[in-house]
C-alpha cells in the first residue's frame, strides 16, 4: 500500500521558474547541450488517426524522421504527470 504524500501540492503547483531555488545545482554549460542527445526507447506503437492543429503538425515533422516517436515522448510525458499528480488537484 502506497503512503499517503504529505507534499504540499497547491505550493508546488504555485511556484514558478523564478521563485525555484536552484543554488545547489550545478549549471549546464553549452557544450553539454552541444553533446545532448534525444534518446526514445523504441517501443511497438498503435497506429491511429487524430487530429492535430497545423502548426503543431508541423513542429514535430520540422524534428527530422524521428517526429512520430517525439510526439509519442511528449504525449507520454505529459500522461505520466497527470497521471501523478491524479487526486491532488482540488475537490479531488
Known amino acids: 500500500m502506497k503512503k499517503p504524500s504529505k507534499t504540499n501540492w497547491a505550493r508546488v503547483e504555485a511556484l514558478s521558474d523564478a521563485t525555484i531555488d536552484t543554488s545547489d545545482t550545478a549549471p549546464l554549460s553549452d557544450s553539454f547541450f552541444a553533446r545532448a542527445k534525444l534518446r526514445i526507447p523504441r517501443q511497438p506503437m498503435t497506429q491511429v488517426s487524430v487530429h ?17 516517436e517525439q510526439l509519442n515522448a511528449a504525449l507520454r510525458i505529459y500522461a505520466e504527470a497527470h497521471e501523478t499528480y491524479k487526486g491532488h488537484e482540488s475537490g479531488g
Not at 52 to 68: I, M, R
Open 52 to 68: 492535430l492543429d497545423p502548426g503543431v503538425l508541423a513542429w514535430f515533422k520540422a524534428q527530422g524522421e524521428t517526429w512520430e
